[in-house]
């Protein structure tokens, strides 16, 4: 397999600091107004682990988030309730290590294809992320007006 059957990245500019789109990110109830995959998220009776609803087939997902502050980066793992694997990772990249003009960030997030996932499942998690990335743009950078 080629590496864009493996793996998918998208980047955009954010037109708000670095630690304000990191904060963003890392909010969980914000992740259910951009992710199709987990819209409506609210917290589950374990703490940590967050539930939300797919847009595509109303099905249920669980995720918790692993944010690492330092690095700006941040593992979305996902799965079930008993077991979840950081399959989806966002990284904030800070305006002075890309010569951006301050109050920018480019914020990316990858995607990494399961062993089990069929073709039409990782087109659609492709093409998801291309929207997501304008919505967390868009969203964020109102979040923070």
Do not use: N
């Not at 998220?41 to 330092?70: C, H, M, N, R, W």
């Amino acid at each position: 397999m080629t590496s864009a059957a493996l793996g998918h990245s998208v980047t955009a500019l954010i037109e708000v600091s670095a630690d304000k789109a990191f904060a963003f990110m890392k909010d969980p109830l914000l992740l259910g107004r951009w992710s199709l995959g987990c819209m409506d998220t609210k917290p589950t009776e374990v703490e940590g682990i967050y539930t939300g609803t797919s847009l595509f087939d109303g099905g249920t997902g669980f995720f918790e988030i692993d944010a690492d502050e330092q690095r700006l980066i941040i593992d979305f793992r996902l799965g079930d309730l008993e077991q979840r694997q950081p399959r989806i990772s966002a990284r904030i990249i800070p305006a002075d290590v890309c010569g951006l003009e301050k109050g920018t960030c480019y914020l990316t997030l990858d995607a990494w294809r399961s062993a089990g996932m069929d073709e039409a499942r990782w087109e659609r998690l492709c093409r998801a992320h291309e929207a997501e990335i304008l919505l967390i743009k868009s969203q964020c950078e109102r979040h923070f007006a």
